[in-house]
């Protein structure tokens, strides 16, 4: 015979037995808590405050299969990326933004291989990009002073020294898929002067996340026609931080 202390003790319920009963009872009741003597449970109030609970959507961010697809733009096909073939830390997506820069700032990480378009309400539109190798690194704030659809590319002279089979391009490679600059181009501008440094498209997706070019900051062609429409949208002067 158990004992009368066993026989008259009942334990309290525990936080995980309520909530355990109260999930089986809602079963039972056809998901309705209709009729239930709800128990008053020491929930935590706090306000979430500053958490996000979710970023933006996009309707240009969307699956790598429509966002690398070949399409039409003016007189030029603009070929399919393999997206398969790159690595999706270097693909375009929204991250919650850890610039701290205004809203319709581009910020480049030189070491992370990103560009940053920020947005307002806490994130950013992300894009991997290829930077300039050793001695041709540039960082620095300007501005984007203008735009360009299909760009020429004219070789420094100092390129043109190094490298003398672009000596034809001397007085300038029209647009075209095959041209350095890509679809897009974006020219920046520091204290009022031309830098010298864009921020462009590149035939070459595979050299997006590597040390590839001359200083200059290169995008798969797909991205930086991305870019442009939301430079070219925004009221004034883009700013850029290259760090």
């Known amino acids: 015979m158990?004992?009368?202390?066993?026989?008259?003790?009942?334990?309290?319920?525990?936080?995980?037995?309520?909530?355990v009963g109260l999930g089986a009872a809602s079963l039972t009741a056809g998901c309705t808590s209709a009729g239930l003597d709800m128990p008053s449970l020491d929930l935590d109030r706090m306000s979430t405050g500053a958490i996000r609970p979710q970023i933006s959507v996009d309707r240009n961010i969307t699956s790598p299969d429509l966002m690398y697809a070949s399409l039409q733009d003016g007189d030029f096909t603009v070929p399919a990326i393999p997206y398969q073939k790159v690595k999706p830390e270097w693909r375009r997506q929204i991250v919650v933004d850890p610039t701290g820069e205004p809203p319709g700032t581009i910020v480049v990480r030189v070491k992370e291989r990103h560009l940053y378009w920020v947005q307002s309400g806490g994130d950013a539109v992300r894009y991997g990009v290829g930077v300039g190798k050793e001695g041709f690194l540039w960082s620095g704030r300007g501005v984007i002073q203008y735009t360009k659809k299909w760009p020429t590319w004219t070789p420094p002279r100092e390129m043109i020294a190094r490298k003398p089979e672009v000596a034809k391009w001397a007085n300038g490679q029209p647009g075209g898929l095959t041209n350095p600059l890509g679809a897009r181009a974006l020219y920046i501008f520091t204290?009022?002067?031309d830098s010298g440094y864009r921020v462009h498209g590149n035939p070459e997706w595979w050299s997006i996340g590597t040390q590839a070019s001359s200083g200059c900051i290169r995008m798969m062609n797909q991205d930086v026609i991305d870019l442009y429409n939301r430079v070219v949208s925004a009221p004034g002067k883009v700013p850029i931080v290259v760090a």
């Open 191 to 193: 204290n009022g002067q």
């Open 2 to 19: 158990p004992s009368p202390a066993l026989s008259t003790f009942t334990a309290a319920p525990t936080r995980r037995a309520v909530l």
